[in-house]
């Protein structure tokens, strides 16, 4: 069954007195336990499209016009705010892209993993101490393979490395057990080896916990490594959807040919390292 | 690129531009034309800034032209009118009379000659040297940037107030050690601003570029760096003219500064603190120039700040 | 662990500091022509006179000498004797100090208990009227001369309204020493003498406004300026992502990291608050240093001034340490050295 339905979602953007449309009509389905992919180049309308689901966007200046966004079968947009409230960052989840500022610089992991968990019990009515939520904390960080989760709690963000950092930002989308999990961009910021260990985890952890998974992203390489469905995203339309397979092996619209040649190398150094069988077909080094 | 030209014009001499009319690419003028358009447009409609430099602008002139404006210049000195004193403000005397008679206004006026001097001597000096001394911390790192920021750190920690007090007690107190101890102190503000500027450019390429070129240490300081730091310094200066201003006025106000019959702004608020509170005009209107010069000089600050985009930088 | 490395580095820092400070003021006192000795006798001394307080004095000794003295004594705690009360200097200032102290500390509680909130909450409405109204705020403190605030709140609340003491500490025969900690309102508390403590508060309310404008003006504006610089961070972008509620959002996540900006430019303009500290006392008749300083520097008591001048730089760099201490402990960027 679908999990997460977008339906006809316009919105419109007001600044300096200039409506403009940023999302036309955009459309589509996350199953439950799937992964699909939602790619475009920058200002293709792929973030709007996330935080909008999220209920991220600030309005003003961002306006919904029209449309619908079904969680397990109930609009967001219309649902009471404290149902909405009670789903977000819990049942739907999100990995956030920036490991260098999406953390707080003058807490330590521990401190901003438990305050989201306390809130996040807070409005799902859970019953949890202090101590329960430090255990908890931990249990997610060992989930993401970090060797001493204790010790990494105990930190500060800047004594973490980058990929460190990245795989704090997907413990903290775990925490709460999350049934759909959006990833923006995971390790984008981060170089190509480790950015390929974290879509590995990202992937394991989505397929052992049974998730399903929207990813966004510009990268085409990222989307035939962690998707089975995709949906192109171009001046704010979906211009193609397809399953990944097919969309690489027979691209329909003329902006899908494009991006797919401009990427020369699809099974890039991103991939070797979590892949291991690019290598044999010659990604040198960048 | 647009201001760059401006800026270097008058350096550069008015013969090349007078020359060639012709060979003048037929755009470059007027884009040259709109980038000062600009820049005075963003100005004029900047409220602040426009109140601001009317401010300095009158307070600067009434000071340049105070024997010619002033209803009583005779008062400046030690004219003692008994008749005449503490008289309330009136249409005779627009900030009413002192305790020996003298009109106030005139004083005020003739007080902030000495205020502005103040400000443009303590910065002639404070900001050339705290410039170079940033510049060099900056540019050169090693031994000499721990030398100058260290001696920056040391004159912060030292009340200029406190220092003028030790002065004081050397010298006899007066306009000179004033403005000399002011200066001796304030130069670090300009040097921390300068040094962290310098820091940013250092690394940047059109720096980098001329290194690679072979340029001379003194092109590259102050034809590509000083030139980068114009902006912020002119924001800074402006502002600290008010408080400098304000400094001077508090040290004259202990009897650190200016001293009597000199119509110093702050000696007469003090003078004028012994009549409290039945002849409040003959401290309150002083003091009340003193702020309206130290406002002035803020508005116009924040406004050059606003026009050229700075950044805060401490 | 970094924690104390970087307290010991700070620690280090201030007594290089301090020692810069004793080398300038020496400077000052001895290395600018005239004879300390005869000024501080007047001209009609004798010749011998002179000689005598010259070398009682140790100023014919090489000049290098005088400074390891002058340090040695520094060390501990001796700054000379003063000509003018003929006590030792370092006597005369502990007197003085508690009050100036009890007011730039009062001061100090103004500038964040009031600056902050207001700072937050100009953030929160920008350019909308509580943020213009608090921004005028800010700019009139910042030129508004302290000796005419104080001037002018001395005549309005004392003079035309009588609601507040206009001069000194306490009421004039209150017989009540300070001789727990010198500061009269908080003995008063560890008495428990809540009269006293009342009239305390009271004499204390208006110097401490005076002085406190300017630092509540700038307080404002800075916090104002960080935590819009904040709200932009992706980090409060994502615990809104992730439910934190907004309350917890600004006063945790965005007012924490946006803390250590006023605090660091409050140390750096301290030196001005010292300053703008001895024209209150002079106003508010409060018995503290200023008095003292000023008395001594009419007299020429070159001892009792040097004195005056490290005890305030001393006092800056105390401030500027404690405050070292405090931004480590909210911002572990400083104590780890991420920026200085």
């Known amino acids: 069954m679908t999990l997460l339905s977008v339906r006809d979602l316009s919105v419109s953007f007001t600044t300096y007195g200039r409506t403009t449309q940023v999302l036309h009509d955009v459309s589509l389905d996350v199953p439950a336990c799937s992964q699909i992919a939602l790619v475009g180049e920058s200002g293709s309308g792929k973030s709007v499209t996330m935080k909008a689901i999220m209920g991220l966007l600030s309005t003003p200046p961002a306006r919904i016009n029209s449309g619908q966004i079904f969680y397990d079968g109930e609009d967001l947009l219309t649902m009471p705010p404290a149902r909405r409230m009670a789903l977000r960052g819990t049942a739907m989840s999100m990995v956030f892209q920036d490991p260098m500022s999406s953390l707080n610089p003058v807490f330590t992991i521990g401190d901003q993993l438990g305050t989201i968990l306390k809130y996040a019990d807070r409005r799902l009515g859970r019953q949890r101490g202090r101590a329960g939520r430090r255990a908890r904390v931990a249990e997610v960080l060992a989930q993401v393979r970090m060797r001493e989760p204790e010790r990494v709690a105990g930190s500060y963000p800047m004594q973490l490395s980058g990929g460190m950092r990245q795989r704090v930002l997907i413990a903290m989308a775990l925490l709460s057990e999350p049934t759909l999990l959006i990833a923006d961009e995971p390790g984008t910021a981060l170089d190509v080896t480790t950015q390929a260990q974290i879509l590995k985890l990202l992937k394991d952890l989505v397929e052992a916990k049974d998730l399903a998974l929207l990813m966004i992203t510009h990268n085409l390489g990222v989307v035939r490594e ?34 797919i040649a401009a990427v020369p190398r699809l099974t890039g150094p991103a991939l070797t390292a979590a892949t291991g069988e690019a290598a044999r077909q010659g990604g040198g080094a960048p | 690129m647009a201001t760059r030209s401006l800026r270097e014009e008058p350096a550069a001499g008015a013969a090349p531009d007078a020359e060639p009319p012709v060979t003048t690419l ?16 963003r100005f004029s409609r900047n409220p602040t800034a426009v109140i601001g430099a009317a401010i300095v602008v009158i307070c600067i002139l009434a000071a340049v032209l105070a024997p010619l404006i002033t209803p009583y210049p005779s008062h400046v000195g030690a004219v003692v009118d008994f008749r005449a004193r503490h008289l309330p403000p009136s249409w005779e005397h627009w900030m009413g009379t002192d305790n020996v008679g003298r009109d106030i206004l005139t004083r005020v006026v003739y007080g902030m000659r000495i205020s502005l001097l103040l400000a443009f001597v303590v910065l002639g000096v404070a900001v050339p040297v705290g410039t170079l001394l940033g510049l060099a911390a900056g540019y050169f790192g090693g031994w000499v940037e721990v030398v100058i920021m260290r001696l920056t750190d040391i004159a912060l920690a030292i009340p200029g107030l406190v220092l003028l007090m030790a002065v004081a007690t050397v010298f006899s107190p007066n306009l000179l ?54 902006s912020a310094l002119a924001v800074k200066t402006s502002l600290d003219c008010g408080f400098v201003i304000l400094t ?35 401290s309150v209107m002083p003091g009340c120039a003193v702020l309206v010069i130290a406002l002035g000089f803020n508005l116009l600050g924040d406004g050059l700040r606003d026009l050229f985009d700075v950044q805060e930088i401490r | 662990m970094e924690y104390l490395v970087f307290l010991v580095r700070r620690l280090l820092w201030s007594l290089l500091v301090l020692f810069g400070l004793s080398v300038v003021i020496f400077v000052i006192a001895r290395g600018m022509p005239g004879d300390p000795a ?16 010259r070398e009682t004095m140790g100023l014919d000794l090489p000049l290098v000498t005088q400074y390891v003295r002058y340090l040695g004594g520094l060390a501990q705690g001796d700054l000379g004797r003063s000509l003018l009360t003929g006590r030792s200097v370092s006597a005369d200032i502990s007197d003085t100090f508690a009050a100036t102290f009890e007011l730039v500390l009062a001061t100090i509680l103004i500038a964040f208990v009031v600056g902050l909130p207001l700072g937050v909450m100009a953030a929160q409405w920008k350019d909308r009227w509580p943020d213009n109204s608090i921004r005028l705020f800010a700019l009139l403190s910042a030129v508004t001369p302290t000796f005419l605030l104080a001037l002018l709140l001395q005549i309005l609340a004392g003079y035309v309204l009588h609601v507040l003491p206009t001069t000194g500490r306490l009421p004039i025969g209150a017989g009540f020493s300070a001789d727990i900690t010198g500061l009269v309102t908080v003995d008063a508390l560890l008495k428990g003498n809540w009269a006293i403590l009342g009239e305390g508060l009271r004499h204390l309310i208006l110097p401490a406004f005076a002085l406190a404008a300017a630092s509540v003006g700038q307080v404002a504006l800075t916090t104002r300026a960080s935590m819009i610089d904040v709200t932009s961070q992706d980090y409060v972008e994502a615990a809104r992502a992730f439910g934190v509620p907004e309350r917890v959002r600004v006063l945790k996540y965005m007012l924490r990291p946006a803390l250590v900006a006023p605090m660091t430019i409050l140390g750096l303009s301290f030196a001005s608050l010292i300053g703008n500290a001895f024209v209150v006392e002079l106003i508010f008749a409060w018995p503290g240093m200023a008095s003292y300083g000023v008395r001594t520097i009419l007299q020429k008591d070159l001892n009792a001034v040097m004195g005056v001048v490290m005890v305030s730089g001393a006092f800056f760099v105390m401030v500027n340490l404690a405050i070292d201490v405090a931004t480590g402990l909210i911002d572990p960027r400083v104590r780890l050295g991420g920026r200085s």
Not at chain 2, 26 to 41: T, V
Not at chain 2, 177 to 202: F, G, N, P, S, V
Not at chain 2, 249 to 274: E, H, I, R, W
């Open chain 3, 38 to 53: 005869r000024m501080a006798l007047g001209p009609t001394a004798s010749a011998d006179q002179v000689a005598q307080l």
């Open chain 2, 26 to 41: 037929p755009e470059a003028e007027p884009e040259r034309l709109s980038a000062a358009y600009q820049s005075w447009y």
């Open chain 2, 177 to 230: 050690t004033t403005m000399l101890a002011l200066a001796a102190l304030w130069w670090t503000w300009h040097a921390r601003l300068i040094y962290a500027i310098t820091r940013q450019l250092r690394s940047q390429e059109f720096v980098e570029a001329a290194e690679t070129l072979g340029a001379s240490t003194f092109h590259i300081l102050f034809r590509e760096i000083l030139p980068n730091c114009v």
């Open chain 1, 226 to 259: 962690t998707s089975s469905y995709v949906y192109v995203m171009h001046k704010g339309r979906v211009v193609e959807e397809a399953p990944t397979e097919r969309l690489f092996a027979a691209p329909a619209e003329q902006y899908t040919r494009d991006l």
């Open chain 2, 248 to 282: 001077g006025a508090a040290l004259s106000f202990l009897g650190l500064g200016a001293q009597p019959p000199m119509p110093d702004l702050g000696t007469m608020v003090a003078g004028g603190t012994n009549y409290l509170p039945d002849y409040w005009w003959g």
